[in-house]
């Protein structure tokens, strides 16, 4: 069974940095493809980033402002998105996934990015 834990949400003013954690619990492997998606309400999610092994992938819309990593400490991985240059758009709610024989999802963390 793998369990996503998301972290890092907040309050932030325009301009300014985040970093969303997802800590994963099971059996994950580096090509086991992950990422972040974002929704707000009313709108369906939106793709954000993702990696699998040393690949990734970012979206056009956060390109250059947003990085994804992640790393395997003591048999655990936890995945990172440096979130830079933040804008009021980018205020939503972030959710990491695993794909692993099938999709697992975290429960979100909020990002509210206001002056």
């Known amino acids: 069974q793998v369990q996503l834990v998301e972290s890092g949400g907040g309050l932030v003013q325009p301009g300014g940095s985040l970093r969303l954690s997802c800590a994963a619990s099971g059996s994950i492997f580096s090509d086991n493809l992950m990422g972040w998606y974002r929704q707000t309400p009313g709108e369906e999610r939106e793709l954000v980033a993702s990696i699998r092994g040393s690949t990734t992938n970012i979206a056009d819309s956060v390109k250059g402002r947003f990085t994804i990593s992640r790393e395997n400490a003591n048999a655990k991985y936890t995945m990172y998105l440096q979130m830079n240059s933040l804008k009021t758009e980018d205020t939503a709610v972030y959710y990491c996934?695993?794909?692993?024989?099938?999709?697992?999802w975290g429960k979100g963390t909020q990002v509210t990015v206001s002056s």
């Open positions: 996934y695993v794909d692993r024989y099938r999709r697992y």
